[in-house]
T-cell receptor
Framework: AQTVTQSQPEMSVQEAETVTLSCTYDTSESDYYLFWYKQPPSRQMILVIR??????QNATENRFSVNFQKAAKSFSLKISDSQLGDAAMYFCAYRRTGTASKLTFGTGTRLQVTL | GAVVSQHPSRVICKSGTSVKIECRSL??????MFWYRQFPKQSLMLMATSNEGSKATYEQGVEKDKFLINHASLTLSTLTVTSAHPEDSSFYIC???????????FGPGTRLLVL
């Protein structure tokens, strides 16, 4: 079974600084998707970034980028120029390809942004 | 990104009553919908997966007679908590995905309090 591990329960970053959230996963599949979702205090789950495993290039979305290491099964999220609005719970998630597949979530990392 | 709505956002009910939660995909056809439950400071726990026009598939340990799921159309799924008890109090989140999209989009969640 696939598992997703987020080893950092909490992280803190100063405004305008950069922070990296870690995520590792375990799978025997070669083709799959990886996601980072953000859950702010409103509890609305928001997609931050998505990575297809067959793509070697790391995904980027404005201030958010990933470091995808397929061999190491690592998928970290880098947030640059952190803003107060980035404070939230961040969940890493895995899904194999196929219409019947389900998301497997990590336990989450709570990010605090300080002035 | 795609929009998923959920209604109601919060509900308070008496023990023994039934509560229905609606989940709608507003701008895409959701061939698959998912229902999650989230306890405070925890990750999302998948309850069931439903495909339009067919019976839902429940995760192990989830009572299908207690949590009735209907996915009658490509834009609407409902979760009915039957004979609710205080231990059913939780945050329920729906999610939807199209066969044509790799990403799952989430509703804003429903906070259920059973007195």
């Amino acid at each position: 079974a696939q598992t997703v591990t987020q080893s950092q329960p909490e992280m803190s970053v100063q405004e305008a600084e950069t922070v990296t959230l870690s995520c590792t996963y375990d799978t025997s599949e070669s083709d799959y998707y990886l996601f980072w979702y953000k859950q702010p205090p409103s509890r609305q789950m928001i997609l931050v970034i998505r990575q297809e495993a067959y793509k070697q290039q790391n995904a980027t979305e404005n201030r958010f980028s990933v470091n995808f290491q397929k061999a190491a099964k690592s998928f970290s999220l880098k947030i640059s120029d952190s803003q107060l609005g980035d404070a939230a719970m961040y969940f890493c998630a895995y899904r194999r390809t196929g219409t019947a597949s389900k998301l497997t979530f990590g336990t989450g990392t709570r990010l605090q942004v300080t002035l | 990104g795609a929009v998923v709505s959920q209604h109601p956002s919060r509900v308070i009910c008496k023990s023994g009553t039934s509560v229905k939660i609606e989940c709608r995909s507003l701008d895409f056809q959701a061939t698959t919908m998912f229902w999650y439950r989230q306890f405070p400071k925890q990750s999302l726990m998948l309850m069931a997966t439903s495909n339009e026009g067919s019976k839902a598939t429940y995760e192990q340990g989830v009572e299908k007679d207690k949590f009735l799921i209907n996915h009658a159309s490509l834009t609407l799924s409902t979760l009915t908590v039957t004979s609710a008890h205080p231990e059913d109090s939780s945050f329920y989140i729906c999610s939807a995905r199209s066969d044509h999209k790799e990403t799952q989009y989430f509703g804003p969640g429903t906070r259920l309090l059973v007195l």
